[in-house]
DNA sequence: GTAATTTCTAAACCTAACTTTAGGTCAAGA
DNA sequence: TCTTGACCTAAAGTTAGGTTTAGAAATTAC
């Protein structure tokens, strides 16, 4: 009843869609920091509705968890984040998001012009070496292309 | 030095620039299927080079192993590819990636909205609801609305 | 006051796309 | 022929992003 006694983790994940597990998980991860009651659970604020919404923006956006982290970390610590804030950290997924956008459209230009061609044979084919590393962590052969160990 | 013993797996690996390791595993996914010589080692025609060379390149388009593995049943399976056979098939890779830029400008779309608005929360904002499911099988919170597994 | 929910932690499991390792076989050059 | 380097298989390890499980403690509902 109090006013101020935090929402319960089932609460947020009822509130966000996310699961209980994802959410501790987040945690674990450095996204998100509830503090903890009496018993030793979980408990949030209302403004990490809104953190973990963001979470999930994010990641539709391609961005990795390290890097919503980062992200994140261009909010206020010692205060409630204003709309204001919020504005400010999405402007920085914005310009990921216009990045990865010039990917594809330069990928899509390249296969054009292969569909012509027929070339595909390796490594005259301009769809070979995109130069840019956007999908260079993310699956696929991993050490393509100067991506290797060391040693 | 008979003019088609093929190619050994080590050479196509220099070829591709792929690990063997990739190319056995690629074999395993039923994305590629060499003869075995006298002594069972792996050997390849020439037109794989190209075959894997596409592998790579959907990769890079997002597609998974499985969908290339179909789009690749596309090609006869009683003559080595032409050209025109290549072309048929990259046709179909056009149109994905059509959808992933189409998918990614649209959340654009809605990112400059809300950075307008400052909402980011739920579920009112937009960018929560890109009513596509592009996303779906992808990473990110997996049973995210509606995409629960069963009971 | 007690039963039914929630929540807790730690560790194991999951998928995709590979790599690494271990223990052995094949092929090519001197 | 002998030796080195390439190749073989099967199984385990890796990363990201979580989920599942197990057993115990806290909360809530009646």
Redesign the interface.
Same mark, same amino acid.
């Given at each position: 009843m109090a006013v101020s006694e935090g929402l319960a983790i089932g609460a947020l994940a009822q509130?966000?869609?996310?699961?209980v597990s994802?959410i501790r998980y987040y945690e674990a991860q450095g996204l998100i920091a509830p503090w903890r009651n009496a018993g030793g659970q979980r408990r949030y604020q209302r403004a990490d509705?809104?953190r973990l919404?963001?979470v999930?923006?994010a990641?539709?956006?391609g961005l990795t968890l390290p890097e919503i982290r980062e992200v994140l970390s261009g909010l206020p610590g010692n205060r409630t984040p204003t709309?204001?804030d919020?504005?400010k950290i999405?402007?920085g997924?914005?310009s990921h998001? !216009?990045q990865?956008?010039d990917t594809?459209?330069r990928?899509?230009d390249n296969? !054009?012009g292969?569909?012509g061609?027929?070339?595909?044979?390796?490594p005259k084919?301009a769809?070979?070496n995109?130069d840019d590393r956007a999908?260079s962590h993310g699956?696929?052969?991993?050490?393509?292309?100067g991506d290797a160990p060391e040693a």
């Open positions: 509130r966000t869609g996310l699961a994802a509705i809104r919404s963001f999930m923006i990641q539709q956006f709309p204001k919020w504005q999405s402007v997924l914005r998001l !216009d990865r956008i594809l459209m990928l899509r296969l !054009d292969c569909i061609c027929g070339c595909l044979s390796l084919c769809l070979y995109p999908k699956s696929g052969p991993r050490y393509l292309m």
